[in-house]
Each structure stands twice: as C-alpha cells, then as structure tokens.
C-alpha cells in the first residue's frame, strides 16, 4: 500500500518547467531521496507534495498527516525552546510523552529552557526536526534536513528515520548529503540553472 502516489506531476515557478511527467510512489516504510543540482526543483517538489505550491499537471495521492521541514525553522525567537515545543505539539495534537521522547532524540533536553534566539542553527534545526518526530504524521517530506547537524546529531535524525519507516511510515528528503539510509530509492531531478 503506498503512503505518496505521484502521477504525472509538473511544476512551473516564475514561467519556467522545473519538471514534467513526474510519476511515483513511495511505500509505507519507504523512503525517497531527491537529488539534483541547485535550482533544479528539489525543494518546489517538496512544497508541492506538501500542498503548498499548485502544480503546473498531474495529481499527488497524500496522506491526511504529513510533517513538512522547510528551510526555516520558524521558531519564535523570545519564547523558550520548551514554550515552543508545547505550542507547536498543541498545533500538531502531539501529547506530552511523545513531545519530551522527540525532544531527547534530538539531544534537546539540556536546552529546553532557553530562549530560542541563544540556540545556534544546529540546535534550531534539531527543534524543528523534534517537531517532525512528535507531530505523529504518516508521511515526512524533509528539505535538506541535515543543514547544520553534526555528526551526531545527522546519526540521531537517520535513527529517527529508520524507526518511522518501521512503524511504517514515509519519508521523502531532499538533500546533496548521504542521509545513510537503508533501501531508500532515489529521485534525481534534471540539470540546474545556477
Ligand atoms: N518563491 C519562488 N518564486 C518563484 N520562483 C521560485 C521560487 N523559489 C524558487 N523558484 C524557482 O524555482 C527554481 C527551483 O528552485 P528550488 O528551490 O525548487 O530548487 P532546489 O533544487 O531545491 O535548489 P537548491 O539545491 O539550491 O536548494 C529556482 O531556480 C527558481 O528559479
């Protein structure tokens, strides 16, 4: 049974083709890593299975509970890290245990009472991705999740990964690094633009 069904898809930004005749699935516990050069589309398909862009054609079969990582972490800067894992498991009806198990996966327990304009860009994307983990969606479309993790923390987000996929959930990344992930398909997208 497929999580994503992807039939067809193009996507046209500022009047130009990204891409055209776009067609997959991705299984429950699968994973689909997107690649290609600068400007060659990874991140508008992301939006677009998100249902944050139009596409251009085609039809995109999703789940109802899918986790979107962007390139910003969106975080209020003067709220503590705490404050705004709370607010954001209320907006995602995460409860309080799989909110604080998300948050240790991403080695943020130490850091929970900080405002979030002290954390650094890595702490931040570990936040973001804390909210992914406790948000209890079925499918994660991950924007170059690793951008600012170290090693560990790139160790933690692949750990997390595999134990969705067990539970038989989705993922779909886009990334120029090796994620390190067992049997995940790959989709690379055409020739960049600069
Ligand atoms: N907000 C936007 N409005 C209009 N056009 C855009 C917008 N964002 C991106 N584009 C266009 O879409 C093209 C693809 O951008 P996109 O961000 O999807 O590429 P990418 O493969 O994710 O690139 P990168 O590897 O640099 O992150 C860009 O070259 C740009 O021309």
Known sequence: MSVLDVTTLACVRSGRLLFENLSFTVPR??????????????SSLLRLLAGLLEPAAGTIHRPDRLAYLGHDSALKPDRTLAGELAFWAALDGADTATRNSAASAMALDGLLDLPVRLLSAGQKRRAALARTLAAGATLWLLDEPTVGLDAAACERLATAIAGHRERGGAVVAATHVDLGLAHAATLPLGVGHG
């Not at 994973?31 to 600068?38: E, F, K, S, Y």
């Open 29 to 42: 516990g699968g994973a689909l890593i997107v690649t290609g050069p600068n400007g060659a589309g990874k």
